[in-house]
């Protein structure tokens, strides 16, 4: 059973830092990509950003200047650096766990945490 609970969100000024982390339990060696995607309300997700076998790490175009994605296997626990952060960055930031290919749908993730807000003004 993969549980998966983020941590570190919170309300920031625009251009501000924010340092989200995803704690990983009941990982399996075949549960290899973790992603993060945002949602505000009324919206569907939005993919972020992905890590797969700890190593291959993808940002979304619209964020590669700003965001990145690492994991530190040792601890289970993957993170997204956020720098320059704006108001449109507001959202709920939810993390999610695949075995296999990492994709950028939601729909292909099995394994989601509870999210943490994300409040830029």
């Known amino acids: 059973h993969v549980q998966l609970v983020e941590s570190g969100g919170g309300s920031v000024e625009a251009g501000g830092s924010l340092k989200l982390a995803c704690a990983a339990s009941?990982?399996?060696?075949?549960?290899?990509?973790m992603a993060w995607f945002r949602q505000t309300p009324g919206k569907q997700r939005e993919y972020d950003a992905h890590i797969s076998s700890g190593t291959y790490t993808y940002v979304a175009d619209s964020m590669k200047d700003r965001f990145a994605i690492s994991q530190d296997t040792a601890k289970n626990t993957m993170y997204l650096q956020m720098n320059g952060l704006k108001p449109e960055d507001t959202a709920m930031y939810y993390c999610a766990a695949r075995s296999g290919v990492c994709y950028t749908s939601p729909g292909e993730y099995e394994n989601w945490g509870e999210g943490t807000q994300v409040t830029v003004s």
């Open positions: 009941g990982l399996t060696a075949t549960t290899n990509c």
